[in-house]
């Protein structure tokens, strides 16, 4: 079993819409849990981080953490055709200081359609 | 990309040579990373380093070698080239204290022909 999994759609939905995006890890260690949002040919860049469990909100994204279940979410509502996007779930022990190796989700292929 | 520069962005090159790629920063961060991209597979660590001269190694780190001699470089290098090496490969920084600060830069597709 990998330590993080993220089914990778794709997954399209119409503009407007809320989008779920969802994934599972096994590794209890996990402290850290990241959003990243990457655009075709550019690098992923951060959208949201939440530490331990709970909600963080953001504009129209939401992220939720479940530490018992270990499962993490991220919500985006009124969803735009800019939000066509690869996202990606990432993790990260703590205790590293500013040293954060993540491990990542496969990312989910996300199209909202105009 | 603020703060990370990838170098070269896109390169071809052949089986069996030696292949090096360049993160460069201009943040002062302590910590660099490299990543390599493959579908299927997501994001996997290859190499890291915490400081000049010091790095360990990822989840992937068969078949690279990384150096660091100064703070704002960190170079990886491909001892010699399999097609398996083929991959979009990012650096990230992080240094600030924070998430926030964890930085990727718009990698280099490589590619082993």
């Known amino acids: 079993q990998k330590e993080v999994e993220q089914d990778p759609g794709p997954l399209s939905v119409p503009e407007g819409a809320i989008v779920s995006l969802n994934c599972t890890y096994s590794?209890?260690?996990?402290?850290?849990f990241m959003w990243y949002r990457q655009y075709s040919r550019k690098g992923p860049e951060l959208l949201m981080y939440t530490y331990s469990s709970g909600n963080k909100e953001d504009g129209r994204f939401t992220a939720q953490v479940d530490k018992s279940s270990k499962y993490i979410s991220l919500f985006i509502r009124d969803s735009q055709p800019s939000d066509s996007a690869t996202y990606l779930c990432a993790m990260a022990r703590g205790g590293g200081g500013s040293n954060y190796k993540l491990t990542f989700g496969k990312g989910t292929l996300l199209t909202v359609n105009p | 990309d603020a703060g990370i520069t990838q170098s070269p962005r896109h390169k071809v090159t052949e089986t069996g040579t030696p292949v090096t790629l360049r993160c460069h920063q201009t943040?002062?961060?302590?910590?660099m990373y490299w990543y390599r991209q493959d579908p299927g597979h997501g994001l996997r660590l290859i190499h890291y380093?915490?400081?000049?001269?010091?790095?360990d190694k990822g989840e992937v780190s068969d078949g690279y070698s990384v150096s660091r001699s100064k703070t704002e470089d960190f170079l990886l290098t491909l001892e010699s080239a399999t097609s398996s090496q083929t991959s979009v490969y990012f650096c990230a920084i992080s240094g600030s204290g924070t998430l926030d600060g964890y930085t990727f830069g718009s990698g280099t597709r490589l590619t082993v022909v």
């Open positions: 380093s915490y400081g000049v001269k010091d790095t």
């Open positions: 590794n209890s260690a996990f402290q850290y």
């Open positions: 943040e002062n961060h302590r910590y």
